[in-house]
């Protein structure tokens, strides 16, 4: 079936630190992959996705890139600010309408001033 | 504004009481879903609707119902809570897409007692 994998954390930056998250994936087929980030007291919202291999899907500043090879989906930014304290969420889509959706744990991030 | 309403933001309530949390959509959206949010565990699917009249379980629906009479609502019933059902729990919904990003409201977070 299909999992997705990523580092619970908390992972705790200094601000203007580089960040990567990283994110893999087993899945039948050729998955969409997002990620999306919940703020706190909030629902999860849509940060960015990819739907293909190679694509780059960014937003806000965060990147990440669809690796079929590596089965891989990491978000990187390259300086946080303390507004980008959240609990961030990989997840892959495999077809079939939404019911499809697979979210990993969640990587709680810290970003102190 | 777009958006996915979910009520109560808060609710206490005591073992086999019944309850109902409301969900509602304003985005002619055909899917909706249920999850709930646990430490450790992230977020596990309770109940979808891919539209009208049509229910699925998801990975935990035990304990659960839901309704999807119109296309704007889907609540989630308790007939007779436990405390192991204390969670935070997330309606979503989304067009019926493989890249359809799902929309989330903003949590109603149970305490059963």
């Known amino acids: 079936g299909n999992s997705v994998t990523q580092m619970e954390g908390p992972v705790t930056l200094s601000e203007e630190a580089f960040l990567t998250i990283n994110c893999t994936y087993t899945?039948?087929?050729?998955?969409?992959l997002f990620w999306y980030v919940q703020y706190p007291g909030e629902g999860l919202q849509l940060l960015l996705k990819a739907t293909k291999a190679d694509d780059k899907g960014s937003n806000k500043g965060f990147e990440a890139t669809y690796r079929k090879e590596t089965t891989s989906f990491h978000l990187e930014k390259g300086s946080v600010q303390v507004s980008d304290s959240a609990v961030y969420f990989c997840a892959l889509s495999s077809g079939g309408g939404a019911d499809g959706l697979t979210f990993g744990k969640g990587t709680h991030l810290i970003i102190q001033p | 504004e777009a958006q996915v309403t979910q009520n109560p933001r808060y609710l206490i309530t005591v073992t086999g009481k019944k309850l109902t949390v409301t969900c509602s959509q304003n985005?002619?959206?055909?899917?909706m879903s249920w999850y709930r949010q646990d430490p450790g565990l992230g977020l596990r699917q309770i109940y979808y609707?891919?539209?009208?009249?049509?229910?699925d379980k998801g990975d935990v629906p035990e304990g659960y119902k839901v309704s999807r009479k119109e296309k704007r609502n889907f609540p989630l019933i308790l007939e007779s809570p436990s405390p192991n059902q204390t969670s935070l729990y997330f309606c979503?919904?989304?067009?019926?897409?493989?890249?359809?990003?799902?929309?989330f409201g903003n949590g109603t977070r149970l305490t059963v007692t």
């Open positions: 899945a039948t087929g050729y998955p969409s």
């Open positions: 979503a919904s989304s067009w019926r897409s493989e890249n359809s990003p799902l929309h």
């Open positions: 609707s891919m539209n009208v009249e049509v229910t």
């Open positions: 985005m002619n959206h055909e899917y």
